[in-house]
């Protein structure tokens, strides 16, 4: 076994734990987005009505959708530990999806969530935008 090995799987546990608070944290912030009057205030989740807090509409509807763009994203990066929770579950997690090399683990003690490796993630950003352009 080489010397690394040991220091790998160590690092390769702390991004694991990292994962599984992150996932919690992430929760919990859409769980008190979603009921931050209180679950008695609402028959269900719901985002806060910004109507009642000022008698200016634009302004209410301003901060309503700035609620909306900040839920989706923290949703959006809660998939993205589930996914990668669901690799560490069948044993893949620490693997690019796209060309199944290592992560490295430096990589992994960053954004313990990522799926691929620097390489591949960068080709994938390119093809967004470039596809993202080409929409546009």
Known sequence: MSPNRPRVRTE?????????????ELAALIESRLHQ????HHAEAALPRRGDETDDEAAAETQRSA???????????????DAALTHVADGSYGRCVDCDEPIAPARLAARPAAL?????????????????RTHA
């Open 12 to 24: 390769l546990a702390q991004a694991i734990a990292r994962l599984h608070a992150q996932r919690q």
């Open 37 to 40: 009057d209180g679950l008695d």
């Open 67 to 81: 609620d909306v763009v900040s839920l989706i994203r923290v949703s959006a990066e809660l998939a993205q530990v």
């Open 116 to 132: 691929r490796c620097a390489e591949c993630q960068g080709y994938a950003e390119r093809s967004e935008q470039q596809a993202a």
